[in-house]
């Protein structure tokens, strides 16, 4: 499968939405809209074993806070 983007988990519950409803997303409130996403997108993360509190970045999934240390690495540092 695929990388799941955050993009990717979105697409997911407006497809859910629509086959589970039978109706389109676009007809769908903006309020109603963010409410189904709050339900489902655990669900989603769930299924696919994607830790609730992960971070999207540097194109992958990270626990919060996380530092990446070859980003550390790359960053030049003047020593006197």
């Known amino acids: 499968m695929a990388r799941m ?11 859910r939405y629509e086959a589970e409803t039978g109706r389109k997303w676009r007809d ?3 309020r109603k ?7 489902t997108e655990p669900l989603i993360r769930a299924e696919l074993g994607i830790a609730q509190d992960a971070e999207w970045r540097d194109g992958a999934w990270h626990a ?3 530092l990446d240390l070859l980003n550390l690495a790359d960053t030049t540092e003047e020593v006197a």
Not at 5 to 15: E, H, Q, S
Not at 33 to 39: C, G, I, S
């Open 33 to 39: 809209r963010k409410a189904w996403l709050a339900r």
């Open 64 to 66: 919060p806070n996380q």
């Open 28 to 30: 769908l409130g903006e």
């Open 5 to 15: 983007t955050p993009i990717g988990l979105k697409n997911r519950a407006i497809a």
